[in-house]
Nanobody
Framework: QVQLVESGGGSVQAGDSLRLSCAAS???????MGWFRQAPGKEREFVAI????????QYADFVKGRFSISRNNVNNLVYLTMNSLKPEDTAVYYC?????????????????WGKGTLVTVYS
């Protein structure tokens, strides 16, 4: 049973930083690990993704230069470091795992999901 558990969300002021963590268990590795987000009334959208070995990083245009995805090989944690947060970054952030690989950044191509962690950015 694959489990993804996010943590690190919270309420911050515009311009602040947060680091989200995703703990993956139940499978020795996934082909890719990524982050998506869903704001109220909007569809879930891609934020960042990387191959399990650490390369192949892709970012949504709206987070380039502000967000960074990384992983901790020892603890099987995947991070999303978010800098210069904006009110429009307010959303529930989800960790996702892609079992089979490829290059898609579509939510429907991810195989496993966490339950999400809420990030609220105040102006």
């Amino acid at each position: 049973q694959v489990q993804l558990v996010e943590s690190g969300g919270g309420s911050v002021q515009a311009g602040d930083s947060l680091r989200l963590s995703c703990a993956a268990s139940g499978r020795p590795y996934h082909s890719r690990m990524g982050w998506f987000r869903q704001a109220p009334g909007k569809e879930r959208e891609f934020v960042a993704i990387m191959k399990w070995r650490g390369d192949g990083k892709q970012y949504a245009d709206f987070v380039k230069g502000r967000f960074s995805i990384s992983r901790n090989n020892v603890n099987n944690l995947v991070y999303l470091t978010m800098n210069s947060l904006k009110p429009e970054d307010t959303a529930v952030y989800y960790c996702a795992a892609d079992r089979d690989g490829g290059s898609s950044t579509q939510a429907y191509d991810m195989d496993y999901w966490g339950k999400g962690t809420l990030v609220t950015v105040y102006s």
